[in-house]
Every structure is written in structure tokens, then in C-alpha cells.
């Protein structure tokens, strides 16, 4: 049995797809499965169940996948520990500081030997591969990004659109609303027109085929005054709300009717790029905090 077997039978593992396994690893997909083939003949048992369109992942390999992904995680870590401390800050970009702020202060907390750089993007960044690229990870959001160029680790649940509203407004005591019952009422996004945020607000009104009658930009504090004094409401996630609306008895949020355009909170690094055990490190803190510490 060689290392190089169980990376492949890794790779294969989390993709169930050989053709698209062989060329992330440049390689043959014969000599892939002949790789695996040989670590299933050394093995004794089969890991996979294979047939004419796909090859599946069966229970003697997801046994088998729990035990190498530990342990190839605990050898890379070991390998690293070998060469002597570089002050190499990961560098994580973002579109909301705020959402993720708490996340990345406790891994720092938890490992101060690795140093974070974070950058906040334009939505025009994000869709920029080449800028994006330039970044060892992506927090954000799923919707935004050209999935067949990145690998990309879901954070939580979709979201659907709320409205974030008054509460003296005569509407807000419904448990869900139509666009079109707020067609009276100005709408308020954040300032940057080439945010993730308001490219959010604009899916949703092309969507629902809504135009507002004003439309208002301003800062979160701004969003906030407008909307708690029944000048305007805004359309936003409960995700956002909790991040960037501060908590007021006087604003509420109502989910929107028939609107399928979501956001996705995800973590993402460019597709084939090796990661280095502090990066795995990284990755699997975030999916572990937001278990342990769920936005909503």
C-alpha cells in the first residue's frame, strides 16, 4: 500500500466521479482505477460499487475514507512541522467583514501561529477570477461564484429574502408578504451599488418583475434609521440582519413570497490549488464553528 494510493482513493472518494478525479490530479483515469483497483486487491475488499455511468462509495469505503482523511490530515500536519515557522498570514477574502468577524477572531484565538489577512471585495472582484484567485480563501457567498472554477464547502442552510421592516408599519404583524404589497413603500440598500448584497436586491427584484418607486442607498446605520423610522424598507437575509441590522423593537423581518433567489454562506479556494495543513486546518475550523455557533 503507497501514500500516493490512498490521496487518490481520497480524491475519488469526495468526488465519486473518475474521469474528473484523473484530471484534478493530472493523470489517467486507466491508471487511476488501476491504482485503486490495487488498493482494493491489497485491502481485500471492494470500496467502491461501480457501474457503467458512476462509481459510488460503498460502506466498506466510507469506513475506510474516515480513517485516511485523519490520518493523511495528522501526516501533513507532521510534515509541516518539520520546516521551521514562517510568518505566512493566510489571506481570506470576504464581502461581509461583520458576518464572519467572530469566526476568524477565534481562530486566532485557537491558533496564533497562524496569522490571517483578511480583504473585504466588490461583488466585481468576486466574479474575477484572477482577482479571487489571488486569495488562498473566499468566505461568502455561494450565488456569486463560478462554481466550475472553485471548491466550495456550504456553511449553513440557503436563505431565502426577508424584508426588514418598521413595526408601526400596518404590514408588519404578517408572517410572509408579496413584493408587489410593498410597492408604496421606498426600498433602502447599502451604498456600494457593486455589492454582493444589492446584487442580491436586484436578483430578487428582476425575479418577482418589481420595480420600487424609489430606491434609496445608505450605510447599515443609515438602512437602519430609515427603516425604523417607516421611511423605507429594505430587502435583506436573516444571516444579514443578524450580522449587520442592530437589534431594535422597533424593526422586524418578514419573509417574501414566491422568490426562489437565494444566498449561501460558503468557504472556497481555487480548484486544484495543493493545501498546505494549516489551510486544512483553517477549513475545517469554519465548518466547525458555525456548527457549534449557527448564525441564527
Known sequence: MELLQLRYFLKLAESEHLTKTALKLRISPPSLSSSIKKLEHELGVALFTRSKQ??????????????????????????????????????????SQSVYADMLYAFEQQYPEIPLKSSTLTYSDVINSETLNHHDFYLGIIEDL???????????????????????????????????????????????????????????FEEAHFKPHKFFEGNYLVRQKMVS????????TMV???????????????????????????????????????????????????????WI
Open 229 to 236: 423610522e417607516n421611511k423605507a424598507v429594505a430587502i435583506t
Open 146 to 204: 463560478n462554481a466550475s472554477e472553485r471548491e466550495i464547502i456550504q456553511l449553513c442552510s440557503s436563505e431565502s429574502p426577508v424584508v426588514m421592516i418598521a413595526r408601526s408599519h400596518p404590514l408588519a404583524s404578517k408572517k410572509a408578504l408579496y413584493l408587489e404589497e410593498l410597492k408604496d413603500m421606498p426600498f433602502i440598500s447599502i451604498t456600494q451599488e457593486n455589492s454582493s448584497a444589492t446584487q442580491f436586491v436586484f436578483r430578487v
Open 240 to 294: 444579514g440582519a443578524v450580522a449587520n441590522a442592530l437589534k431594535s423593537p422597533m424593526v422586524t423581518f418578514i419573509p417574501i413570497i414566491g422568490i426562489k433567489a437565494t444566498r449561501t454562506q460558503s468557504i472556497s479556494w481555487p480548484k486544484q490549488k495543493p493545501l498546505s495543513a494549516s489551510e486544512k486546518k483553517f477549513i475545517r475550523f469554519c465548518q466547525n464553528y458555525f456548527k457549534k455557533h449557527p
Open 54 to 95: 458512476r462509481i459510488h462509495l460503498n460502506e466498506n469505503g466510507k469506513n475506510f475514507y474516515q480513517y485516511v482523511n485523519r490520518s493523511l490530515s495528522i501526516l501533513d500536519e507532521g510534515i509541516e512541522s518539520l520546516h521551521p515557522i514562517r510568518n505566512y498570514a493566510l489571506s481570506i477574502a470576504l464581502t
